[in-house]
């Protein structure tokens, strides 16, 4: 297994397939033996990231995962947990024509040059957002180990074309913030524009981008270490691990860099006989060690590179200029099935440094 399908080093997993492989899965590893895990919870968490709305790609496939190891009687035995989705309705020769023909923005023309041309073409292979769903198989598990002790994840659509959700509170987000929509947002109206916007979008030919936060409550001080183990460090590698994800910042993020450090510290005061914090710019994070307030951070996810408009690329076989129209099945917006991708993957990533690195 090439080690870019590998994560972790106490809660270790391994993502395998194809979009239009016969079946895609997962390998998770580290788990401790005699967890519960609740499979209605993991099938409502998959089903989020399916489509089938009219803003997503009209590809149905089931997403239903048969487990062939790791669970006894619906408890972890201690062994591996190997999760596989079957591929029932993939049209590969939909992606005949673009053999070698690269289109603007997938990764095509570089798995060709990396693989000699041996790449898997058929959907994107497997840079295709399809390997999502085992991660979010994956980070549904992880979801369950992580409410064990408390700690609870949620993620919306902060902004798509410019329309703005109610962003979470950095200081008192909680569990009860985390409630969802069918469209995951805060405000019921920013949703409804977003939705407006991106059908507008579609109509066009053309497709959006947008970016999520995501929050994690309840996190104790102490999870995460310096340098390399940092927080943001491990958090970041899952998130990118997302097809799509271009940027990711945490607290203030980029913002910080343009205000005074007295307005950026978080500062200290005793309430109740407790350490407190009044402000969260840190995003939960100091030394990449986790302060005790809620880790908040944001994903840019690019617009979708399958569009239907015009574009220009190159015929790698004639090796001519070309035009091209990609037609199939294709989301004009990937950011609404990315929210339980950006959960699954701070899930994974906590709940390992969490093992690995809690004092």
């Not at 990231?49 to 062939?68: F, L, N, Q, V």
């Not at 919306?156 to 987000?173: C, E, F, K, Q, S």
Request: hydrophobic letters at 40%; glycine letters at 12%; charged letters at 20%.
């Amino acid at each position: 297994m090439p080690l870019s399908f590998n994560f972790g080093k106490k809660i270790k997993i391994q993502i395998f397939g194809q979009s239009h492989s016969d079946m895609l899965g997962v390998v998770i590893d580290g788990l401790p033996a005699g967890l519960e895990i609740d499979s209605d919870k993991i099938a409502k968490f998959i089903d989020r990231r399916r489509g089938g709305y009219p803003y997503t790609t009209k590809r149905a496939e089931t997403d239903m995962p048969e487990i062939i190891s790791g669970l006894t009687c619906g408890k972890t035995c201690g062994a591996p947990i190997c999760a596989v989705f079957k591929n029932t309705d993939a049209r590969s020769p939909d992606y005949e024509t673009l053999r070698n023909i690269p289109r603007p923005s997938h990764a095509d023309y570089v798995a060709y040059v990396k693989y000699g041309g041996a790449n898997d073409i058929r959907g994107g292979g497997h840079f295709s957002g399809r390997l999502t769903l085992p991660l979010c198989f994956a980070g549904a598990v992880c979801i369950q180990m992580l409410e064990e002790k408390e700690v609870y994840i949620g993620a919306h659509i902060l902004n798509i074309a410019g329309i703005t959700d109610r962003p979470y509170d950095p200081v008192h987000v909680c569990r009860e913030d985390f409630a969802g929509r069918s469209f995951p947002v805060n405000d019921a109206d920013a949703g409804k524009d977003m939705v407006e916007a991106i059908l507008a979008s579609s109509a066009e030919g053309d497709s959006l981008g947008g970016i999520i936060e995501c929050a994690v409550a309840g996190l104790p001080v102490g999870i995460g270490g310096p340098m390399f183990e940092g927080i943001e460090n491990h958090v970041a590698q899952a998130v990118f691990g997302i097809p799509a994800i271009k940027g990711i910042e945490f607290g203030a993020g980029f913002a910080a860099a343009q205000m005074r450090g007295s307005r950026h510290n978080d500062q200290y005061c005793y309430e109740n006989g407790e350490i407190r914090i009044k402000s969260n710019n840190a995003g939960g994070i100091l030394g990449g060690i986790s302060t005790g307030m809620p880790l908040i951070f944001r994903a840019a996810v690019k617009p979708a590179p399958s569009i239907a408009a015009t574009q220009n690329t190159v015929n790698m076989k004639t090796r001519m200029n070309v035009k091209l129209n990609i037609e199939g099945r294709h989301d004009p917006c990937i950011v609404p099935r990315a929210v339980p991708c950006v959960e699954a993957a701070a899930a994974i990533a906590i709940l390992d440094l969490w093992e690995h690195t809690r004092a």
